[in-house]
């Protein structure tokens, strides 16, 4: 399974950015897709998860600002992202887990995108 990534970039303070992620490959159609991020010299941590029946998940710190939804045909998911500040500067990952198949519980990393907010 790979991961794309993209929509990050540089936006003023209590700007929204929309990020997107594509899955393809062997995904099992019982999966799970998350949004994590990791500021720079911090560690990474959830921001949201959606299954693909389209249950969400939330970091509680993540709660309000942050909208994860997803696009099952497309094997895409979204995080939009509206109010931001600056300690929200960080990379963006998306992640994959599968909940089924042969390959239940393997985990699947994108490569990131970068997200700052200037002040």
């Known amino acids: 399974v790979q991961l794309q990534a993209s929509g990050g970039g540089l936006v003023q303070a209590g700007g929204s950015l929309r990020l997107s992620c594509t899955a393809s490959?062997?995904?099992?159609?019982?999966?799970?897709l998350s949004w994590y991020r990791q500021p720079t010299g911090k560690r990474r941590e959830l921001i949201a998860r959606?299954?693909?029946?389209?249950?969400?998940e939330y970091a509680r710190s993540m709660r309000g600002r942050f909208t994860i939804s997803r696009e099952n045909g497309q094997n895409t998911v979204y995080l939009q992202m509206s109010d931001l500040r600056p300690e929200d500067t960080g990379v963006y990952l998306c992640h994959e887990v599968q909940l089924g198949g042969k390959d239940y519980g393997t985990q699947y990393w994108g490569g990131g995108t970068q997200v700052t907010v200037s002040s």
């Open positions: 959606i299954k693909d029946d389209g249950a969400t």
């Open positions: 490959g062997n995904i099992f159609r019982e999966n799970a």
